[in-house]
């Protein structure tokens, strides 16, 4: 026992032999001199004359401590060190602090005081320094290029008191001249038309409408991008020797400043001989058939960088890697004629030997993975890789997607990288939105796009999740959904929707609830076709029923529950999801609801739906969309059929009119109606197309003209627009409007003018329509 005691004696003897004493902690300015400041003594993590077992415990701790300081926001500088001083050491930590701002004034300028203290986002009370002031300077600079004054300067002054620890600033404005670009001016253009010159710069003309888009401020940040843009525009119609010189401004009327670009257009090249150099592998002939350039067309630059890609892609599809190809330009000025030798270096044929992801510091590996379409002991093919790059892009999770094949060093394999830069997928929005159909409506969303429901925080596996909560004057609405796209490890997508929706607008005489459930499972079956299969169980109440109401109404109020399944096959070849210029989309879905489903609702019917897009001349879009359906009962429903919808219940009739079909008429109110009490009760059968031809107006915004035209029949499977019996027949309208692209906010304004109607319930009085959001 003895022995034990004197070993545990000799250790505590040398532990604190080695241990370190703290003999002084010593705040300083940046010269060195010590000064007091309190404030420190809160984050340091030690204290006069204790002991620390070793040197290493010392230095990480104070570098927490500098880290916890700078976080803070109390401080412009902070640092400390550790000086050994006889049998103890001493810290040292060197701050700047900052002051607390006490006064803000501004000096100069027409702008109201207190706007311009909100633009710099100063408060009183905060803490600050000099890069403080800086930063509110700049932006109060920008706050008075938003108020048309470019040329506007900003400079501050500061008052420090030590004592007090405060310190007071003054913005000095100079706000120089209002100014606006009435005219951008072109000189020396004599191919190019100017229209086409506007329209590839970012420096717009001040029009009417700029008070929504601000063009026609003058931005210097713009110069050099404007001027290479032009350059490229010639580039790229065979002017190769253009040059542009930087853009003059005019601001003798400053608020109609012109803004003049001088260029000189130099020679127009047309392609002479095209001449490929290092082919080896394969026939020239074959390789120069991926080429679209031809002798005699126009020199365009942006043309033969294609033909460069077009041979790096001959090659890269089967197997070669690192191939390069130069183009070099052989241009005669006096004949106008240019020749092209692409110099190709052709690389060699490489097998992928691993596929390594970097950057996703929350995304799963299998998230990227499954969506290569290039796999380890393959032969390299470019193709493929550029594929697997636009398909992780189209995932939404990355800022940046770049894959690149690396040697390994054993002969002919190679790894390919996929590195990635993740960006924020999660979404919280809140707002008030207020249209023609549903009135005012204030929502809450929130929303993640790669979403994983067995972890904390839930990101990563590329899962959707998103929860709504949308409340108004004319409706109410909860809605959560979650979608796995790859079910079962499998190109299958499953959904599962929860919903409740409340609807009083859909009549003035009946308000409408759903509530229910979809669940979904959705497959790739091409390029451009998908088909998904979805079952939805869902009971409708009909309440607030009108006692002066259509007995077809009256007939309905109560509860419903409906079993239904419906497959829709989409085919979808539009260049863009929203806003497209090309393409066509089309869905043919057939439904059926109750029978070995269950529920108290017996139907079936199909729905068919399609858009087309054209591009036209100067920029114009024709749209040509329409839809057809229609809908029978049958069963128990048939057998209950009374005088209306023949037991198509309320909520699976069919109705026109409103800001998705007819603009020329209220919501709903096109379809059969009852001529005693004029309500709208629905058909079983409906057509309708609308043809629309959009063209440019600014940036962000342009113009509508439209004509509609469509019906409602009462019986299923009747598309006779003529009508018979008390159906009236075909409705149609024109019109007008406005497309503004807002980023978040797209916005449909229409105003459109009855032509053909049942005039014993409409009338011929034009309409105004708006929508948030996008048509099918």
């Given amino acids: 026992m003895k022995n034990i005691l004197t070993i545990l004696f000799s250790l505590l003897i040398t532990v604190t032999a080695h241990a370190e004493v703290i003999k002084d902690i010593r705040i300083v300015n940046e010269a060195g001199k010590a000064y007091d400041n309190s404030s420190v003594a809160a ?16 230095l990480s701790s104070i570098a927490i401590d500098v880290n916890r300081m700078r976080e803070s926001g109390r401080y412009s500088y902070v640092n400390a060190r550790m000086v050994v001083e006889g049998d103890g050491v001493v810290l040292v930590y060197t701050v700047v602090s900052k002051h607390r701002l006490r006064r803000i004034a501004i000096v100069g300028g027409k702008k109201s005081g207190r706007k311009i203290k909100q633009k710099s986002e100063l408060e009183v009370g905060q803490f600050a320094d000099d890069s403080t002031f800086e930063i509110a300077a700049a932006k109060i600079r920008e706050a008075y290029r938003d108020y048309w004054y470019p040329e506007a300067k ?19 404005i100079d706000e120089g001249p209002k100014m606006g670009i009435k005219h951008i001016e072109f000189e020396g253009n004599d191919i190019i038309e100017d229209k086409q010159l506007r329209k590839v710069i970012q420096q717009k003309e001040k029009r009417w409408w700029s008070f929504i888009t601000g063009s026609g401020k003058y931005k210097e940040e713009v110069v050099d991008a404007d001027v290479y843009a032009i350059k490229t525009l010639y580039m790229n119609n065979g002017f190769l020797d253009v040059r542009v010189s930087d853009p003059v401004m005019d601001d003798s009327k400053p608020k109609k400043s012109r803004l003049s670009f001088r260029i000189e257009e130099g020679q127009r090249y047309r392609i002479g001989k095209v001449l490929l ?31 460069s890609e077009a041979i790096k892609a001959y090659y890269g599809n089967r197997g070669y890697v690192r191939t390069m190809v130069r183009p070099v330009y052989d241009a005669n000025a006096e004949t106008g004629i240019v ?17 390594n992801i970097s950057g996703n510091e929350r995304t799963l590996d299998k998230v990227i993975r499954r969506e290569l379409v290039m796999y380890p002991g393959e032969k390299y093919n470019r193709s493929r890789i550029k594929t697997s790059e636009n398909r992780l892009r189209n995932l939404n999770y990355f800022e940046v997607v770049t894959i690149n094949p690396e040697a390994t060093g054993e002969g002919d394999k190679y790894d390919v990288n996929v590195q990635v830069s993740e960006k924020p997928t999660g979404q919280f929005t809140a707002g008030v939105g207020f249209s023609s159909v549903d009135s005012l409506v204030g929502y809450v969303e929130l929303s993640q796009g790669n979403f994983n429901w067995k972890t904390w925080p839930p990101i990563g596996a590329g899962q959707k999740f998103k929860i709504r909560l949308q409340l108004g004057t004319s409706r109410n609405d909860v809605e959560i959904s979650f979608i796995e796209p790859w079910f079962l490890n499998r190109q299958l997508s499953f959904g599962i929707d929860l919903f409740h929706h409340e609807y009083n607008y859909f009549s003035d005489s009946y308000d409408q609830q759903n509530d229910g459930f979809r669940l979904s499972l959705g497959k790739p079956l091409s390029r451009w076709t998908r088909g998904n299969l979805a079952y939805t169980l869902e009971q409708f109440r009909v309440f607030d029923v009108d006692n002066s109401a259509s007995q077809a109404i009256k007939d309905e109020e109560g509860r419903r529950l409906k079993s239904s399944l419906e497959y829709t096959w989409t085919f979808d070849s539009r260049d863009r999801f929203f806003n497209p210029t090309k393409g066509n989309k089309t869905t043919i879905a057939p439904y059926v609801a109750g029978g070995m489903l269950g529920g108290e609702t017996d139907l079936y019917g199909v729905r068919v739906r399609a858009t087309h897009y054209w591009p036209m001349i100067w920029d114009m879009i024709f749209n040509l969309r329409g839809q057809i359906e229609s809908v029978e009962a049958f069963g128990d429903s048939k057998k209950k059929a009374g005088t209306y919808g023949e037991g198509v219940p309320i909520f699976d009739r069919m109705f026109l009119g409103g800001s998705y079909n007819l603009r020329g008429f209220e919501y709903r109110d096109v379809g059969p109606t009852d001529p005693v009490t004029e309500d709208t009760y629905g058909g079983n059968s409906m057509a309708f197309w609308t043809a629309e031809l959009t063209y440019p107006i600014w940036n962000k915004i342009r113009g509508a003209v439209f004509y509609d035209w469509g019906f409602v029949n009462e019986d299923s499977w009747d598309f006779n627009p003529s009508g018979h019996g008390d159906n009236f027949g075909y409705h149609d309208d024109w019109g007008i409007g406005l497309r503004l692209d807002l980023p978040g906010f797209p916005l449909h304004l229409d105003y459109a003018w009855p032509i053909t109607y049942d005039d014993r319930y409409l009338s011929d009085k034009g309409r105004f329509n708006f929508l948030i959001g996008h048509t099918f």
Avoid at 285 to 296: F, H, I, K, M, Q
Avoid at 339 to 355: D, F, K, S
Wanted: charged share 30%.
């Fill in 43 to 58: 984050f340091t993590s030690f204290s006069v004359g204790e002991q620390v077992p070793d040197r290493e415990t010392i």
């Fill in 277 to 307: 150099e290092g082919i080896e592998a394969y026939p020239e002939n074959e390789v120069r058939r991926a080429l679209r350039l031809r002798p005699g067309s126009i020199a365009s630059v942006e043309n033969s960088e294609r033909g």
């Fill in 154 to 172: 900003v400079t501050w002054t500061s008052k420090v008191n030590d004592e007090l620890g405060t310190v007071d600033v003054a913005f000095k």
């Fill in 339 to 355: 020749n092209i030798t692409y110099e190709v270096t052709e690389g060699r044929v490489g097998y992928i030997n691993a596929v």
